[in-house]
């Protein structure tokens, strides 16, 4: 069983920079596939980022050069660095995790005011 705990939303600006965490409990963290989606209101839940347990990463067009996705195995830790931020990046963002089956976090709350 693998739990994630997001952390890091809240409210910014236009333009501003945020940094999301999600915490994974779990011993073979570095096995998985880590991303970031994301899920504004009325509309269906999204890719925002992944990073495979080898490092490589794919993103959102809508997303690439201001978010990066990163991961840090020995804190079980993978991290959206988030900038130049605009409305429509306001959603839920949430974390998810691929060993041998799909986990997802809570979710944390990204609003980008104009």
């Known amino acids: 069983q693998v739990q994630l705990v997001e952390s890091g939303g809240g409210l910014v600006q236009a333009g501003g920079s945020l940094r999301l965490s999600c915490a994974a409990s779990g011993s073979i963290f570095r096995l998985a596939t880590m991303a970031w989606y994301r899920q504004a209101t009325g509309n269906q839940r999204e890719l925002v980022a992944s990073?495979?347990?080898?490092?490589?990463?794919n993103y959102a067009d809508s997303v690439k050069g201001r978010f990066t996705i990163s991961r840090d195995n020995a804190k079980n830790t993978v991290y959206l660095q988030m900038h130049s931020l605009k409305p429509e990046d306001t959603a839920v963002y949430y974390c998810y995790a691929n060993i041998v089956r799909n986990y997802w976090g809570q979710g944390t709350q990204v609003t980008v005011s104009s």
């Open positions: 990073i495979s347990s080898g490092g490589s990463t």
